[in-house]
């Protein structure tokens, strides 16, 4: 069954110290990785989507990449803002459902 | 442009009843999925609605059902209620027209069962 692994499930980092986040998958052929932002209580809010191996999405600090096994989530020089919990989802060949880890909780200290 | 929106914010029931939740899809959009998040847990895939029909369903029982209405709106009705049930319950809608087909979110609806 497709599977969506995230880790580490929590990271606080000091403002301005740069880190990755990480989002291992297995699916039966990807059609799309998707990352989402979620505050606490509220709903998740899309950030990107990658359709395939070596592609690349940039917004403001947050970069994701893609390889054939995972996706990773770099954020470069956070700021507190951008503490919430960082969500990753693969959408297989069975295309009508999306898979979603578990997340990772970004606390970012000021 | 409104987004997602769903009713009510915070619902409180007791263990056997009946709820019904309430999705109001992005403009332009005409696919509705709803999803069960346990807190600290990613959202669960419950089913998804495309055309007034359930299009493909996650591991739900039956006590979980919906309905998609011609204006693209849809419900999550649940059954005979479970303190299990507890959680935050999200509506996504999203666009067939779009090649990723990513989902919206809304701010969902939070269950409380006692």
């Known amino acids: 069954e497709d599977q969506v692994t995230q880790s580490p499930e929590a990271l606080r980092l000091q403002e301005g110290e740069s880190s990755s986040l990480n989002c291992s998958y297995t699916v039966s052929g990807l059609r799309g990785l998707f990352w989402y932002r979620q505050d606490p209580g509220k709903g998740p809010e899309f950030l990107f989507t990658l359709y395939s191996a070596g592609e690349e999405k940039e917004k403001e600090r947050l970069k994701a990449t893609l390889t054939k096994k995972e996706s990773f989530l770099h954020i470069t020089a956070p700021k507190p803002e951008d503490s919430a919990t960082y969500l990753c989802a693969v959408k297989g060949n069975n295309f009508n459902k999306f898979y979603f880890g578990s997340g990772t909780k970004l606390n970012v200290k000021p | 442009d409104a987004g997602v929106t769903q009713s009510p914010t915070h619902l409180i029931k007791t263990r056997g009843q009946q709820v019904t939740l309430r999705c109001s899809p992005k403009?332009?959009?005409?696919?509705v999925s709803w999803y069960q998040q346990a807190l600290g847990q990613g959202p669960q895939f419950i089913f998804q609605y495309y055309e007034e029909e359930e299009r493909q369903r996650g591991n739900f029982p039956d006590r979980f059902s919906g309905h998609q209405f011609p204006n693209y709106s849809s419900e999550l009705n649940v059954n005979a209620l479970l303190l299990g049930d507890s959680a935050l319950y999200l509506c996504a809608s999203s666009s067939t027209d779009r090649p990723g087909q990513e989902q919206y979110f809304g701010p969902g609806t939070r269950l409380t069962v006692t």
């Open positions: 403009s332009g959009h005409d696919t």
